[in-house]
């Protein structure tokens, strides 16, 4: 069964500073998703990962794949109050389950003044 | 117009109650989900269909039903509503694997927020 474990579950940062949120999953993978949730919100497509060494940016965030470790990360530069929401990875399923994803428990990020 | 809808938005309901919750999507996708959100527990599929004669449990469908009514809908019941049901409810669709494009990726409706008294 394809387990996913997001860290830190809950994340206060200061404008300006860097921090990593981690997802790590316990079978092999090739797909790796990161979404973004806003408070009351349905869930934003932020980045898809499809193999190993995987790199994708988008302004302050950086997202990369290393399905050796089975490890991905979404690393936050020079946070900004616009980034507050609660993040999630979540893991493709294969073989006969292709298709289905597993998610982690999310991440709610708060940056400060 | 958004691409996955879902009805209703908000729901209020008692214990022992029938529930209807209803995704209708213009994306054209195949492939269709239903999660439910819990606080700390991320999002976890109750019900997955690939295309319209293709039903799947996920891993917490008991006292759970679906309908796919036809390729754009994708209905989710509760025969018998209880509090632990209280939750928010997403809908879901993507494409098939078919091409690097596609990317399996899903979409997510508004969702649903479910309160069972």
């Known amino acids: 069964e394809l387990k996913v474990e997001q860290n830190p579950l809950f994340l206060s940062m200061q404008e300006g500073k860097n921090y990593t949120i981690y997802c790590n999953y316990s079978t092999t993978s090739d797909r790796l998703y990161w979404y973004r949730q806003d408070p009351g919100k349905s869930l934003e497509s932020l980045f898809v990962?499809?193999?190993?060494?995987a790199v994708k940016q988008e302004g302050r965030l950086m997202a990369s794949l290393d399905t050796k470790a089975r490890l991905s990360t979404l690393h936050i530069t020079a946070a900004v109050h616009d980034l507050s929401a609660t993040y999630f990875c979540?893991?493709?399923?294969?073989?006969?389950?292709?298709?289905?994803?597993?998610f982690g428990q999310g991440t709610i990020l708060t940056v400060h003044p | 117009d958004a691409d996955v809808t879902q009805t209703p938005r908000n729901r209020i309901t008692k214990t022992g109650k029938r529930i209807m919750l209803e995704c209708s999507q213009t994306?054209?996708?195949?492939?269709m989900y239903w999660y439910r959100q819990d606080p700390g527990l991320g999002l976890r599929l109750i019900y997955y269909s690939f295309d319209v004669k293709d039903i799947n449990k996920g891993e917490i469908s008991d006292g759970y039903s679906v309908s796919r009514q036809a390729q754009a809908k994708f209905s989710l019941s509760l025969e018998s509503a209880i509090p632990n049901q209280t939750a928010l409810y997403f809908c879901a669709t993507s494409e098939p694997w078919t091409s690097e494009s596609s990317y399996n990726e899903q979409f997510f409706g508004p969702g649903t927020r479910l309160t069972v008294l």
């Open positions: 990962l499809l193999s190993n060494g």
């Open positions: 979540a893991v493709g399923a294969g073989g006969t389950s292709y298709g289905k994803l597993t």
């Open positions: 994306k054209g996708h195949d492939r």
